[in-house]
């Protein structure tokens, strides 16, 4: 098992930055992928970054270069650096692991982005 434990969000103005921290615990030896992915209110959960454990990332594309996403060489923490918010941004963010075909999520961190 994987425990995902987020943290960092919170209320910001458009146009701020915020950094989400995720902090893994458990079997953590193996996991492929680190991710965050957000659900705003009425909508489905979507992806918004990832980092692989040999580096890779992969973007959604409404991220438009404002976020960045990095993780710490034991694959233990996942970080997602947030620039330039967006009210569009306001969602719940989790973090995600995959760890031999399965996924283990976080409970979530809400991020408001006020106009």
């Known amino acids: 098992q994987v425990q995902l434990v987020e943290s960092g969000g919170g209320l910001v103005q458009a146009g701020g930055s915020l950094r989400l921290s995720c902090a893994a615990s458990?079997?953590?030896?193996?996991?492929?992928?680190l991710g965050w992915y957000r659900q705003a209110p009425g909508k489905q959960r979507e992806l918004v970054a990832v980092?692989?454990?040999?580096?890779?990332?992969k973007y959604a594309d409404f991220v438009k270069g404002r976020f960045t996403i990095s993780r710490d060489n034991a694959m233990s923490a996942v970080y997602l650096q947030m620039n330039s918010l967006e009210p569009e941004d306001t969602a719940v963010f989790y973090c995600?692991?995959?760890?031999?075909?399965?996924?283990?999520w976080g409970k979530g961190t809400l991020v408001t982005v006020s106009s």
């Open positions: 980092i692989t454990s040999g580096g890779g990332t």
């Open positions: 995600h692991a995959e760890r031999f075909a399965r996924d283990y």
């Open positions: 458990g079997s953590i030896a193996s996991i492929n992928e």
